[in-house]
């Protein structure tokens, strides 16, 4: 296990990352290029970028979470190209979390669920923590549990501030990619002034386009609620995505947002009508009739219902 000592006051220590969308994994910045806030792909125009057909399949990756045998596993999942040296690359991608010079960190399994409850639910009280994490057994032995855990936590102490009367919290050197998520989201769900929006648009397709499922294989309950919570956000955010890159008539960048908006939830009307609004943009009518048949038989194999009349409705005014 990697040793992360606490520093003396004014010693700089490295930089700590925590990724717990696709499977936790916690790794030590070294130094080298790509610092916070360079981006390889800033440079670039992103009304070109080659959305569509270029994009590279990675493996899933990740450790296995508590009560996960084996890993989170799952489907390999594809990023775009252009993300490759963007510091907000994909998370799942072994080659973002190695290219900049960052050393994966071990953390036993009760380590792994400190870690992450904080970083998804804030700062706790050392008995609110520990009766979270094993509200089945009495305060007394809950409480040991966490000394216990924090103890194996010595590797990788300095992710830990402990300053108010026992309340623990992450240390500001940890940077975590539920954080990054949920900021691309609101910047794609925000009214923007048009000056500001591009760059944040840009920011939030990066992030968006790459989002994966947080922490899978954990059962707990708390973590089923973020979980969801994210999935809902990243939802909402990937069809507001495609509504404004729309309106901006990038409509290349758009269909990729509100296909993978499918993806995520192939039963989700809402994110099929953001597909067809693309193509209906595009004058690709038959391409939104397509897109619409698909997923009216869909629906009525899966739950014998018919879509919306405010879909259908869609595709009426376009052919008029």
Not at 78 to 99: E, M, Q
Request: proline share 5%; hydrophobic share 40%; net charge neutral.
């Amino acid at each position: 296990m990697v040793s992360i000592r606490y520093g003396a006051a004014g010693e700089e220590r490295p930089t700590l990352r925590l990724r717990l969308l696709g499977g936790f994994l916690l790794t030590k910045e070294s130094g080298g290029p790509g610092r916070d806030g360079e981006s390889g792909c800033g440079d670039g125009d992103f009304d070109g970028a080659g959305v569509g057909g270029g994009r590279v399949a990675v493996g899933a990756g990740g450790a296995a979470g508590p009560g996960a045998p084996g890993g989170p596993g799952g489907a390999a999942h594809a990023c775009p190209d252009f993300l490759a040296h963007s510091s907000l690359a994909c998370p799942d991608d072994p080659g973002s979390l190695g290219g900049r010079g960052s050393e994966p960190l071990e953390v036993p399994a009760s380590g792994q669920q400190v870690l992450a409850r904080l970083a998804l639910c804030g700062a706790a009280s050392r008995s609110a923590l520990a009766g979270t994490l094993w509200p089945d057994v009495t305060e007394a032995r809950a409480r040991a549990s966490l000394r216990t855990a924090m103890w194996r936590l010595n590797g990788t102490g300095s992710a830990l501030t402990d300053t108010r009367d026992g309340v623990l919290s992450l240390s500001r050197r940890v940077r975590v990619d539920v954080q990054d998520l949920t900021a691309a989201a609101h910047h794609a769900l925000s009214g923007d002034t048009p000056s500001a929006a591009r760059e944040r648009l840009r920011t939030a397709y990066q992030v968006l386009l790459c989002g994966r499922e947080l922490l899978p294989g954990w059962q707990q309950d708390w973590v089923a609620f973020e979980r969801e919570r994210l999935h809902q956000l990243r939802l909402h955010a990937l069809e507001a995505l495609s509504a404004r890159l729309v309106a901006r008539r990038l409509y290349a960048p758009a269909l990729e947002a509100a296909l993978e908006s499918t993806r995520v939830d192939p039963l989700r009307e809402s994110a099929h009508r953001a597909v067809v609004s693309v193509h209906l943009a595009e004058h690709n009518l038959t391409e939104a009739v397509r897109q619409y048949e698909t997923f009216r038989e869909l629906l009525l194999r899966e739950l014998g219902v018919e879509p919306s009349g405010q879909f259908s409705s869609m595709l009426r005014h376009a052919l008029v």
